[in-house]
């Protein structure tokens, strides 16, 4: 009978299910935040740093298989850019080829993820000097380490990050111009 309750119907086992209003205006400013840096390509790599980038990979070894180059060329499009994939299928790779691209073109590479394991391999896979989500925060409340329009933001785990959470860090960067990357 709470007011903040929102009946949601019932689940596949019939169970009736409910959420707070707080958590369907959370939702709402998420989606509007994606949305919107989904449509902007600000953060747009030029093509001749793209293959330099692909090419200095070449030239040490690693050359992108055919799903690499569409998530590399993915990422190094739109303000906001989203990476699938199982474990062990190259991911970290092609971003390490997509921090080049993008520090190339005079971006500032950043990487996050929820938990200090994930971070140490992100950076370690990568190359992306890489943090916990909750220390990222952190700095942001203590007025350092703001996001600019010349950062580009790489989050991995991304789908292990709570929805409040998420909503803060995109929000954040959706109004400071930077660019995210969800992996």
Do not use: C
């Amino acid at each position: 009978r709470s007011p903040d309750l929102i009946a949601l119907g019932r689940d596949g086992r019939g169970e009736e299910r409910f959420t707070s209003r707080q958590m369907i205006e959370t939702e709402q400013r998420l989606e509007r935040a994606s949305e919107l840096m989904a449509e902007r390509a600000d953060h747009r790599v030029h093509e001749r740093d793209r293959d330099a980038a692909l090419g200095r990979s070449a030239e040490r070894g690693l050359v992108l298989s055919g799903e690499q180059r569409s998530a590399f060329e993915h990422v190094t499009g739109k303000d906001l850019g989203v990476v699938v994939g199982y474990a062990g299928t190259g991911k970290s790779a092609m971003l390490g080829v997509a921090r080049e691209a993008w520090e190339s073109a005079g971006y500032n590479v950043r990487g996050a993820a929820l938990s200090g394991i994930a971070a140490e391999g992100l950076e370690n896979g990568s190359g992306i000097a890489s943090r916990t989500i909750a220390g990222l925060e952190h700095q942001w409340e203590q007025g350092r380490e703001l996001l600019t329009a010349r950062d580009v933001l790489v989050i991995d785990e991304a789908g292990m990050v709570g929805t409040r959470q998420m909503e803060r860090v995109l929000s954040v960067a959706k109004d400071a111009g930077a660019k995210v990357v969800l992996v």
